[in-house]
């Protein structure tokens, strides 16, 4: 097993903000990821995914009418080990309403929205990444546009998700984008690990950002981590300022 990279706290919000190589990104809308007539599924390792890579993108898909399907292959459970405050079956009861609140505050309708849990177990989604796989091939449809985490984000459970959605969507002659959610804390602007060259920009105007920000805050559990046993949050402040860009990444 490789060594985790996701340690201190990572590339700084400034380093993105002034590198020119992120400025030259080529643009992209929602229109040319998502089509009209083609339906949006959202494959989220753990519920705050969905948020911090794409709320963006969601709002936008909300506001075109497209059909979006998230599928939250975990429940979370997992972000603070070792804690009694956030145990893990308050956790795996609390995330998913977390991500509902969120999914709320970015205007979704969430009667249209469709939603499937499909019950791995958090920190452990390489083990059974082949019935994952499977699992996304059954709820896929050739015309359907999945956005999923960088199958290289550095996260374990990110990792397996990107691989398994990629194998399930060749399957079905579905298209595929990626998103980096954990690169932006231990890659830099000029990282070659990263594929840059596939990498494009999707603006978001500050009403979007805003509104990305206030569904973020309903993540409270991440926000918060146990004092008690000296566990620092998931989404420490410079982690959130980094993921509320004015701008989406999407790797095509
Ligand atoms: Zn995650």
Not at 2 to 23: D, E, F, Y
Not at 88 to 107: I, K, N, T, W, Y
Not at 237 to 244: A, D, G, M, S, T
Request: one cysteine or more.
């Amino acid at each position: 097993m490789k060594a985790n990279p996701i340690v201190g706290q990572g590339t700084s919000l400034h380093q993105w903000q002034t590198s020119s190589h992120m400025a030259e990104l080529a643009p992209i809308s929602v229109e040319q990821l998502v089509p009209e007539g083609h339906r949006a599924v959202i494959i989220a390792p753990h519920p705050d995914d969905e948020v911090l890579g794409c709320g963006g993108l969601l709002q936008g898909l909300a506001a075109l009418g497209r059909a979006i399907q998230l599928i939250s292959v975990t429940d979370g459970s997992a972000s603070h080990p070792g804690s009694r405050r956030w145990s893990v079956e308050r956790l795996s009861v609390v995330r998913p309403q977390e991500s509902a609140q969120a999914l709320h505050r970015l205007g979704l309708p969430l009667h249209r929205l469709k939603w499937l849990r499909a019950g791995f177990t958090d920190s452990q989604v390489a083990a059974r990444e082949a019935q994952l796989a499977a699992f996304i091939e059954r709820h896929l449809k050739p015309r359907d546009v999945v956005f999923t985490t960088w199958r290289e984000d550095g996260h374990c459970d990110h990792e397996a998700v990107g691989h398994a959605s990629a194998s399930a969507a060749l399957a079905v002659g579905a298209t595929l984008y990626e998103l980096p959610v954990w690169t932006w804390h231990w890659a830099t602007p000029e990282d070659s690990q990263v594929p840059w060259h596939r990498a494009r920009k999707l603006p978001l105007s500050c009403q979007v950002v805003a509104r990305k920000r206030h569904a973020i805050h309903a993540f409270a559990s991440q926000l918060e981590g146990d004092p008690q046993i000296g566990l620092p949050p998931v989404l420490a402040p410079y982690v959130v300022e980094r993921l509320l860009q004015p701008f989406e990444v999407v790797f095509v």
